[in-house]
């Protein structure tokens, strides 16, 4: 049998993740590749919880980028639960990209990240020195030469002679080196049709992208400790019905869960003054997204100790 399809010969297209510590800059790589934002940025750590998926399609290559939460040192469930997702998910990558910041020492975080992955023995391992328009070129070259010996300490194992596939300095702020980041990665992509159609960015359900819009306008300029005690259900998205059909308009309920009551006051602000801050930001990127004008009913719920609670977890969708 002979599988007919509309792709060039020697046609290329799989899987790859970017892990990272946080704040490494894995989200503004994914979308810098991608060229519209699909994975949720935050100068705050550890934003990106759902595996979201960014679609990089070239003339002779597909490149789908599971962007994973990172791999923390587990200290609750959740902590624990997210572990568990990224091994599955980092298990079946045709190649994995490491995170390193060019504009920061490397920590224990980074070493600990690279024992995880030294499990990944057939797994290629690319290292990216992201941000380089924040170091100089001296603080560079000594980053890549650290990231290098790095690869060959801890990564004995890897296919090839071990240590990292490859090094790709790149700045996805300034634009400078991503296509070589995409050329590098496709390059350990299996001979392959086109897994998504031409034009397909994200295969998140709407909703789950909805959630992390509200969930990244929640976390503006709040404090460090309410990253890890906030969550955002949308509960139900719909079109509104009697609308003329040039001008549609959708609503959508969803809640933002707290642990405390404490976290609630942080929430909702002087008089409801941040809350309806949080909507108006939400709304502006969710009607970016859907293309079409949107009502958002946001309420804000406190369920405490969510983290550690299974059955919390399930509802919130983890
Ligand atoms: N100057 C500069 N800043 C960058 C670059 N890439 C990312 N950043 C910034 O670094 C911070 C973290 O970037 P993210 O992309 O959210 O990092 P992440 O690794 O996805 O973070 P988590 O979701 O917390 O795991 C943000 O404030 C970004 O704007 C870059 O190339 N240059």
Known sequence: MTLSVDAPENYRAGFVSLVGRPNAGKSTLTNALVGQKVAITSSKPQTTRHTIRGIVHRPDFQLILVDTPGIHRPRTLLGERLNDLVEATLAEMDAVGLCIPADEKIGPGDRYIVEQLAGLNRTPIIAFVTKTDKAGPAALTEQLLAVQRLGEELLPNTIGDGGFADIVPVSAVKDHQVDVVAEVLSQHLPASPPLYPDGE?????????????????????????????????????????????????????????????????????????????????????????????VFLDLRVKVAKEWQRDPKQLNRLGF
Do not use: C, F
């Open 201 to 293: 960015l994200t295969d998140e359900p709407d909703h789950v992208l909805v959630a992390e819009l509200i969930r990244e306008a929640a976390l503006e300029d709040v404090r460090d400790e309410l990253p890890h005690s906030v969550a955002v259900v949308v509960e139900d998205m719909q079109a509104r019905e009697d609308r003329p059909e040039d001008r549609p308009l959708v609503d959508i309920w969803a809640q933002i869960y707290v642990e405390r009551d404490s976290q609630k006051g942080i929430i909702i602000g002087k008089k409801g003054a941040r809350l309806r801050a949080i909507g108006a930001q939400a709304r502006t990127n969710i009607e970016r997204l859907l293309g079409t004008p």
